[in-house]
């Protein structure tokens, strides 16, 4: 068998090729399989984040308990990349992790996973569900997924401001080691920004050509409070895209 050639990266450095991580929930639910190239690519962030902006993480040198997810306009990839770096962190260190999606706007989880618990974080805020009723464990014993279910127009804003989420969302810091905050778009609606407010940083999404960079930095300046990880620049065109080639980190 012929060996497999080595990949040169800009500057002549071997890039060894990562594995494909896979996303499994159970019940019969078709798993998310995340190519090389979108691990690879986080792995590259996570690892730049580490040596190059150290003072953005904790003592520990671990990442900050809560990241809220962002994007700029729908359809940039942010669940999908909020349950990729999730997967990659999960198996890549024996921390444990919830992802939690806080779009009832435009739910990705559904989509991604068709067939996984519908509740979600909705169920909490408008009927009391109990949270444990509502989680969605996953395949990987440290990885944990909250859907957003669903939460009814009217009572949106409400619920994005109210005590009860906020109460919630210190439940889970209590739980997981880090929480994973899936954000609606800042175009799709006013809320995402006290959405935001939920975590301690943020990672914004950005899907190449999808919108202007002037129009990406209005919405960073939106929530100049949270220290911002790094930019994930997703080439792909799908909203659900399948490859990712390259992670910014923001100056």
């Known amino acids: 068998m012929a060996a ?31 190519p090389p190239t979108v691990v690879g690519a986080l792995r590259r962030m996570l690892t730049r984040l580490d040596h190059e902006r150290h003072s953005v993480l904790t003592q520990e040198r671990q990442l900050p308990t809560s990241i809220a997810i ?8 942010v669940t999908y990349i ?22 009832w706007w435009r739910p990705g989880m ?11 974080i909705g169920a909490i805020l408008t009927s009391g569900a109990a949270m444990d009723d509502v989680l969605v464990p996953t395949r990987r014993p440290n990885l944990t997924l ?13 619920a994005t401001r109210g005590a009860r989420l906020r109460e919630i969302m210190q439940e889970l810091g209590k739980r997981y080691h880090h929480v994973l905050i899936d954000i609606p778009a800042f175009t799709m609606t006013s809320d995402a920004i006290p959405l935001a407010y939920l975590a301690a940083t ?8 999808a919108v202007p960079i002037a129009a990406t930095k209005r919405a960073i300046a939106e ?22 080639s390259k992670n910014l980190l923001s100056e």
Request: some cysteine; hydrophobic content about 40%; overall charge neutral.
């Open 70 to 77: 962002m994007a700029t306009v729908s359809g940039e990839g």
């Open 223 to 244: 929530v100049d409070h949270l220290t911002l990880l790094g930019a994930v620049l997703n080439r792909a065109k799908s909203a659900m895209p399948r490859g990712m």
């Open 110 to 120: 559904i989509q991604l996973l068709p067939g996984i618990k519908p509740d979600g």
């Open 146 to 158: 909250l859907p957003s279910g669903i939460v009814p127009l009217e009572l949106r804003a409400a």
């Open 4 to 34: 497999k050639k080595e990949k040169k990266a800009k500057g002549g450095e071997v890039s060894e090729p990562a594995a494909s991580l896979t996303l499994d929930v159970g019940e019969g639910i078709p798993p998310i399989e995340y």
């Open 82 to 103: 909020s349950l990729a770096l999730a997967c990659t962190l999960a198996a890549d260190t024996e921390r444990n992790y919830c992802v939690v999606e806080l779009n």
């Open 202 to 209: 943020g990672c914004m999404v950005i899907r190449q050509g």
